[in-house]
């Protein structure tokens, strides 16, 4: 997928096609009409792409199985009847067709259509899926051939509306790094909310991310990590990695930390010979009998901020 701006404008729609495949995969493309006036522009935000497509007259699509990205497909103007493996249907503004990957479909689009196609990975969204459903989700069965973008849609629709305008921006602050990460997973989200999905509260045990969070905390125990190290090991966002934690544990992933690095120093004190206590141990123990041991004034420390190391060395 192509991640710089292009235009294009051409009567030869068999010249759309090629770019078309080129951006997407191979497709047949059927015009019963003489006069064309085809337009195609093509942006980027982050891993969503935007694609604009107006032909200029009426055209049947056929696309097969080789499509391999998740797509949303928007009628801005006209109107497009559509149908894939169940009864045909058809698709105007206010509304979007959903097409999972490797889900052949046909379209037939009225000679005033445009249509904005929303393209992103197929595993990204199977990933927030599962996330929000709180176990294994088969995109292909559970996403609905339409969401509305109007009246329970509306949310939705204006948030599409936002991410079109500033993909073609090319000043975005959205439109490379980190920045547009976290907008593409708004819209992921909020898509697969749009797919009425049955929520889940696992009964026991703690949800995968937060085990994965727990493991990385654990291995890291003495060295200084911080809450941007803890949400990339778990593969969530920062939102769903705190929810997960307040949901098992009551506390704040950092919190989680704190408390678990206390409780080691607590454990090595209570199994360490006195004449060899580590002083940084000590430091978190301010009362205890070892502190006449000290060969030098104790200095008192604590763990006020969870990031840091338990191997500290005392000032």
């Given at each position: 997928?192509?991640?710089?701006?292009f235009?294009?404008?051409?009567a030869?729609?068999?010249?759309?096609?090629?770019?078309?495949?080129?951006l997407?995969?191979?497709?047949?493309?059927t015009a019963?009409?003489?006069?064309?006036?085809?337009?195609l522009?093509?942006?980027?935000l982050?891993?969503?792409?935007?694609?604009?497509?107006a032909?200029?007259n009426r055209?049947?699509?056929?696309?097969?199985?080789r499509?391999?990205?998740f797509?949303?497909?928007?009628?801005l103007?006209?109107?497009?009847?559509?149908?894939?493996a169940?009864?045909g249907?058809?698709?105007?503004?206010?509304?979007?067709?959903?097409?999972?990957p490797?889900?052949p479909?046909?379209?037939?689009?009225?000679?005033?259509?445009t249509?904005?196609?929303?393209s992103?990975?197929?595993?990204?969204?199977?990933?927030?899926?599962?996330?929000?459903?709180?176990?294994?989700?088969d995109?292909p069965?559970?996403?609905?051939?339409?969401?509305?973008?109007?009246?329970r849609?509306t949310?939705?629709?204006?948030?599409?509306?936002?991410?079109?305008?500033e993909?073609?921006r090319?000043?975005s602050?959205?439109r490379?790094g980190q920045?547009?990460?976290?907008?593409?997973?708004?819209?992921?989200?909020?898509?697969?909310?749009s797919f009425d999905?049955?929520?889940?509260?696992?009964p026991?045990?703690?949800?995968?991310?937060?085990?994965?969070?727990e493991?990385?905390?654990?291995e890291n125990?003495?060295?200084?990590?911080?809450?941007c190290d803890?949400?990339?090991?778990s593969?969530v966002?920062l939102?769903?990695l705190?929810?997960?934690?307040?949901t098992?544990?009551?506390v704040?992933p950092?919190?989680?930390?704190?408390?678990?690095r206390?409780?080691?120093v607590?454990?090595?004190?209570?199994l360490?010979?006195?004449g060899a206590?580590?002083?940084?141990?000590?430091?978190?123990?301010?009362?205890?009998?070892?502190?006449?041991?000290?060969?030098?004034p104790l200095?008192f420390i604590t763990l006020?901020?969870p990031s840091?190391?338990?191997?500290?060395?005392?000032?």
């Open positions: 997928m192509s991640d710089r701006s235009e294009l404008r051409t030869n729609v068999d010249k759309i096609r090629q770019v078309m495949a080129g997407f995969c191979p497709f047949q493309l019963d009409s003489a006069a064309y006036d085809a337009r522009r093509h942006d980027s982050g891993a969503l792409s935007f694609t604009t497509l032909y200029g055209v049947d699509i056929d696309v097969d199985e499509q391999s990205r797509l949303i497909q928007i009628p103007t006209g109107a497009f009847d559509a149908r894939t169940g009864p249907y058809r698709t105007t503004p206010g509304s979007a067709q959903i097409v999972p490797r889900k479909f046909h379209m037939r689009c009225s000679a005033d259509c249509i904005l196609v929303i992103t990975d197929a595993r990204d969204l199977e990933f927030q899926a599962r996330v929000l459903a709180g176990g294994d989700v995109l069965t559970v996403a609905p051939d339409i969401v509305p973008l109007t009246g849609g949310t939705l629709g204006h948030y599409v509306e936002f991410l079109y305008a993909s073609r090319p000043d602050l959205l490379y920045n547009a990460r976290p907008a593409v997973q708004t819209l992921v989200a909020m898509l697969v909310q999905l049955p929520t889940r509260i696992l026991s045990g703690r949800s995968w991310y937060v085990k994965r969070a493991a990385f905390m654990e125990l003495s060295s200084p990590i911080g809450i803890v949400v990339a090991s593969g966002s939102r769903t705190y929810h997960g934690f307040h098992c544990h009551g704040a950092m919190t989680w930390l704190k408390q678990r206390l409780s080691k607590h454990d090595e004190l209570r360490a010979d006195p206590v580590n002083g940084n141990a000590m430091g978190l123990l301010p009362f205890g009998p070892f502190c006449r041991r000290l060969s030098r200095r006020t901020n840091s190391p338990l191997n500290q060395p005392l000032p």
